[in-house]
């Protein structure tokens, strides 16, 4: 996000004209998505925030109400919005580092040149592919107390067994193993990143005779700082409003330890239908996840090394 | 780079508030064309306007109706057949059906927000009468009032969705109820008597109990009874709680959600409390009936019966319609008595949404699907229970749908269909203001009670004031 | 040394293989459920093999519904969605990535953020313009949107690796004489087939496994999707899980084909080779 200096060098008429020839075309080749966001988004946005001041129910007319939609989350006449602001918070602090680490861990290891690295990749994609539908009826086999394979296995290596996601307490870090399972799309991400960096860097470290942790550390990882810095963002919009598990597994138990907050802002909007107030909770979770993304991006000058920017 | 983004975000927000005020506007037309409630009586008049005579004479203009529903495939296909034979006795009118498969509500309510809604449809009966307050649904009574073929007496109290005196939101497309269906190879093998089909001859609670036990079967062919009985290590379940209808209990207790204005929360009073205990024990403390946590692999229905995970099931009548097709050697009992015999009924409502241009039409479409002539495949196959009394009382009809068929086994009679019709007492969403919000409350304590984490009375009690200020009435019905 | 590379290799494949055994679990899974009569799906401890394979599941399954159809609707959607998110994407992150243009990072911000509402309270401002267009119940609301940059995902995951090459390619090429869009079209595009080819799989996918908005766009039967198909047999009172495991296994199928096709472009060298054509 830094300024672009590269034509610095350039004579003032012609630095000006191709300055505006720039603009210009970064402006019509960007238009599909501008575009796109004031034609499909912003209005849907714009209508929402709208809401959040009324008594909406999606079936009556709405009335203005000021604030009280905002009050009464903030002043806890609305049990349950500390209560899930507070679960998915745990949920994004557990989950976003540990499949960011294990996708790149996986994508890393499967871009050695190793035999069968197709069916090895297309493997490690699967169950991305599962509808939640099918793999969630797994996954509660698995975390079954009695049953469970993982008990089970636990059982065997003589090591305490869990009640997984029908504790309170372990709810939230059973959902978060299962989501470490699907990080596919993370890896793959990851994997096309991968390709990106340059041989000779490599080379040159072999000629330098350095280790394979002098690549890692010194090549790949700063190589894929950008690739690191989406997968990251992206990780932390998603976990945010993580909404499946709860949906479909948990119905946001045990005792409302997994009431994700977009779980809990569907059961507003649709079943208790107060599309009001589950505007209000969505802009609450807008404004946190802008703040914290600005943060990221805001720090991101002091790790992330971009090409472009990095020779300028 | 911050200046700026937060100079442009706050110039989004209030060009996003104008347009808001317009979308809201727009909103309120629809409301408004939707009707309030009180543009319910406009029904009659347009009906009564679009009325062209009896079904035979022939000169009709068109009419197309859309009917949405839910439901498997074969539910899907027998409705669908119920609207065939509508359209061959009306062939002015054409239904177009749409099924929709999942998340009905989102579906609908989105609809409703584009002003997009069918005609007539199955809603479900937690939303039905918000619904009707908002003005979107018909009052039934300004059809049923002038309707020569049909009065509001020849259905079924039990199957009325009520929102004001008067106003009548809906009418079940079917009754269910509760009951015990069971294994008989798994009762005849461990030589327990069969469960009682009368109502007056139910199980007392202390039978109830002991009968689950001596059906619990531990890994090593230990009953629930026997000192050594492993409760780790289960084989088969004596019973399966539908702990989501835990109200079943609580009425058999003689115990209440609200009272009868819908002043009190009644959950933490003892006869509820005490009824919701006792489930909580059938897991917790005689170990024969499985956790929600343990529920969540036992396949429901009949499947759990026929693979002998549990030997008992309390259960909505619905599940005859696979017990129906299982080949299994099925039962059917009344509920175990508490403090009285009685049974919770259930079901959602059809009803017929406020923008309809053929309120008439729609109301003939409404009688077709409440008249078990036209859908008796639903109701042979036991998914469904008739809504029209005298299929409960006249031997001859019951014998249409009850007799000669699989899924309606000897027993029936007594155990479902008389007990739901004598017996039966609404579930709360018939009544209830605003229940979701209630649940939201109640369900989660519960989770520790069906857990073991604590007691019913200490969970209740711990969200009793909670619950007492969420409570938003009932809603009147006429006496 | 060759032993102690011996030993890494040994190490790497046992990692891999445990993990492939992990992933491919709830896949076998799937298959076996697929096999077998509803009473034995539950059955505890598990049953590993169908006994007997119940091949009429995936008969009963297939024509239960119309899954041809079904299947022509869903690569309709999904063909518009992944040309429009792959040809949008790519041309508006070079914009954002390597042209200079006043208010770039803030609108970049912006439509970034479009991505941190949940969806349940967009949903239906959203359908209310589609339907004020007249385009509800019809494939326009579910593939239009992707020709329009396919998303600010997309548009985002393509400027991170527009970053990652060096300015002075667009410098040469400019002095050269070539204009913005034959730099992109001739330079850039080749140099970024791998995240591409992620945009295009992610975009496939997505189409392929949505089941909201068809379910909240399309009111005809003959218009459904395949996801939408598959909810079918979660009935209402009991799901037909075997049937249910049939069809998805069908549904998948194509989906793996797709992901193995294009996973052979995440292959080092490419973006080297590029360089030097």
Known sequence: MRENGSDRRAKPGKKWRRARKEALFGFLFASPVILGYLIFVFGPLAFSLGISFTDYNILSKMSFVGLANYRSLFDGTNPFFYKSLLVTSYYVVLSVPLQVVFAFAVALLLNRSIRGKAVFRTIFFLPTMVPVVASSVIWLWLFNPDLGLLNQVLKFLHLPQSQWIFSERMAVPSLVLMSLWTVGGTMVIFLAGLQGIPKHLYEAVDVDGGTARHKLFRITVPMMTPTLFFNTVMGFIGSFQVFGQAYIMTGGGPNNATLFYSFFTYREAFESMRMGSASAISWILFVIILLLTLLIFKSSSLWVYYESEGKA | ????????????????????????????????????????????????????????????????????????????????????????????????????????????????????????????????????????????????????????????????????????????????????????????????????????????????????????????????????????????????????????????????????????????????????????????????????????????????????????????????????????????????????????????????????????????????????????????????????????????????????????????????????????????????????????????????????????????????????AALKGVYTKPQ | MTGSKRAVNIVLYVVLIGGSCICLFPFFWLIRSSFMELTQIFEMPPIWVPRPFKWSNYSDALTALPFGRYFWNTLKIVVLEVSGTVLTSSLCAYAFARLNWPGRNIIFMVILSSMMMPGAVTLIPQFIGWKELGATNSIIPLTVPAWFGGGAFNVFLMRQFYGTIPKELDEAAFVDGAGYFTIYSRLMLPLTVPPLIAVGLFAFLNGWNDFMGPLIYLNDDHKFTLALGLQLFKGTYNAQWNLMMAATTVVILPAIAVFFLGQKYFVEGIVMSGLKG
């Open chain 2, 1 to 468: 780079m911050n200046g700026k983004a937060g100079w442009l975000l706050s110039t989004i927000f209030v060009i996003g508030f104008v347009l808001a005020g317009c979308g809201g506007s727009n909103g309120n037309e629809g409301g408004a064309s939707g009707g309030s409630s009180d543009a319910a009586p406009s029904a009659s008049e347009s009906g009564t306007e679009g009325s062209s005579g009896s079904p035979s004479s022939d000169d009709h203009a068109p009419v197309t109706l859309k009917y949405t529903f839910w439901g498997s495939p074969n539910e899907k296909k027998i409705q669908e057949n119920a609207i065939k034979g509508f359209m061959k006795k009306y062939p002015w009118i054409t239904v177009n059906t749409q099924h929709i498969p999942d998340d009905y509500v989102t579906k609908l309510t989105t609809m409703a927000a584009g002003n997009q809604l069918p005609d007539v449809g199955l809603l479900q009966g937690d939303q039905t009468l918000k619904w009707a307050e908002e003005g979107r649904i018909y009052n039934l009574m300004d059809f049923l009032n002038d309707d020569p073929d049909i009065q509001l007496s020849d259905i079924l109290e039990n199957t009325q969705y009520w929102w004001a005196d008067g106003k009548l939101a809906g009418i079940n497309g079917a009754l269910e109820a509760m009951a015990i269906f069971y294994n008989k190879d798994v009762f005849q093998q461990l030589n327990v008597p069969l469960p009682p089909t009368k109502a007056e001859e139910a199980y007392n609670w202390d039978d109830f109990v002991k009968t689950a036990q001596q059906l619990t079967i531990d890994q090593k062919g230990r009953n629930a009874l026997d000192p050594d009985f492993d409760p780790k290590q289960i084989k088969q379940y004596g019973v399966m709680l539908p702990t989501g209808l835990y109200m079943t209990a609580v009425y058999a207790n003689g115990g209440q959600l609200v009272n009868e204005d819908g002043t009190k929360f009644m959950l933490a009073e003892p006869p509820a409390a005490e009824a919701i205990q006792r489930w909580a024990d059938l897991i917790n403390k005689y170990h024969v009936a499985p956790s929600p946590a343990q529920q969540k692999n036992i396949p429901g229905g009949a499947t759990g019966l026929q693979t002998k995970k549990v030997a008992m099931t309390i259960d909505g009548q619905w599940s005859l319609a696979d017990l129906g097709v299982s080949k299994m050697n099925f039962g059917i009992g009344v509920l175990p008595k508490m403090q009285k015999e009685v049974t919770m009924t259930l079901g959602d409502p059809i009803v017929i949404f406020q923008g309809t241009k053929h309120p008439k039409e729609a109301w003939e479409l409404v009688k077709w699907m409440m008249n078990p002539d036209s859908t008796l495949e639903l109701q042979s196959s036991g998914l469904w229970m008739p809504v029209l009394k005298k299929w409960y009382q006249e031997p001859d009809l019951v014998a249409k749908w009850a007799e000669g068929n699989s899924a309606h086994p000897e027993g029936y009679e007594d155990a479902v269909m008389n007990n739901a019709f004598e017996n039966g007492m609404q579930q709360p969403i018939y009544y209830v203001r605003d229940l979701p919000d209630l649940n939201a409350i109640i369900d989660p304590a519960l989770d520790n009670v069906w857990s073991g984490k604590t007691s019913a009375q200490e969970a209740l009690d711990g969200i009793k004031a909670k619950a007492q």
